[in-house]
């Protein structure tokens, strides 16, 4: 079955460093690929997404790019802010399209100190 | 532009009990799937529902039931409650037509069993 694998948190860091966080993934065919994030007490928002390889997808500072051939969707950000401090979510979903299911990993928690 | 919405936000059962939870999906969107989330591990599928019938189902029992009604909203249903169905429940929406097509999330309701 479909599964996906985060690097394990949590993850803390200093306003303005460097993030990664790793993603791989197990599935069939051509799954489209996710980050979701979810701040304290909060449900999930779409941080960004890639439907098929080499796609980058990017917002709000942050980027990841759908490598099929290493299976992986790394998260990075050039220079956190307090304001990332979150859980991140790496997902997939294994039918582009009709009847769209997500898988997720385990999730990372990121805390930015100023 | 309303997105995702969930109702109760919070609530708290009884083991043995029966709990009903309500989701409205994103304006336009037709599919709408549930997910558990266990306090510190991702979203679990459920299952999802599309033109009022049961479309995928995850590895839950058949405690757990739902129903989609003509308007695309729908519930969630779980009897016989037991401790361990103590989780954040999440509602998302979206197409179920399009490809690639970006999935949105309610912020939850936060089901305690004692």
């Known amino acids: 079955g479909n599964s996906v694998t985060q690097m394990e948190g949590p993850v803390t860091l200093s306003e303005e460093a460097f993030l990664t966080i790793n993603c791989t993934y197990t599935a069939t065919g051509y799954p489209s690929l996710f980050w979701y994030v979810q701040y304290p007490g909060e449900g999930l928002q779409l941080l960004l997404k890639?439907?098929?390889?080499?796609d980058k997808g990017s917002n709000k500072g942050f980027e990841a790019t759908y490598r099929k051939e290493t299976t992986s969707f790394h998260l990075e950000k050039g220079s956190v802010q307090v304001s990332d401090s979150a859980v991140y979510f790496c997902?997939?979903?294994?039918?582009?399209?009709?009847?769209?299911?997500?898988?997720f990993g385990g999730g990372t928690r990121v805390l930015v100190k100023p | 532009d309303a997105g995702v919405t969930q109702s109760p936000t919070h609530l708290i059962k009884t083991r043995g009990q029966q709990v009903t939870l309500r989701c409205s999906p994103k304006?336009?969107?037709?599919?709408v799937s549930w997910y558990q989330q266990a306090l510190g591990q991702g979203p679990q599928f459920i299952f999802q529902?599309?033109?009022?019938?049961?479309?995928q189902r995850g590895n839950f029992p058949d405690r757990f039931s739902g129903h989609q009604f003509p308007n695309y909203s729908s519930e969630l249903n779980v009897n016989a409650l037991l401790l361990g169905d103590s989780a954040l429940y999440l509602c998302a929406s979206s197409l179920w037509s399009v490809s690639g097509n970006t999935i949105y999330f309610g912020e939850g309701s936060w089901l305690t069993v004692v």
């Open positions: 304006s336009g969107h037709d599919t």
């Open positions: 529902y599309y033109e009022e019938e049961e479309r």
């Open positions: 997902a997939l979903s294994d039918r582009v399209g009709a009847g769209n299911k997500l898988t």
């Open positions: 890639a439907t098929k390889a080499d």
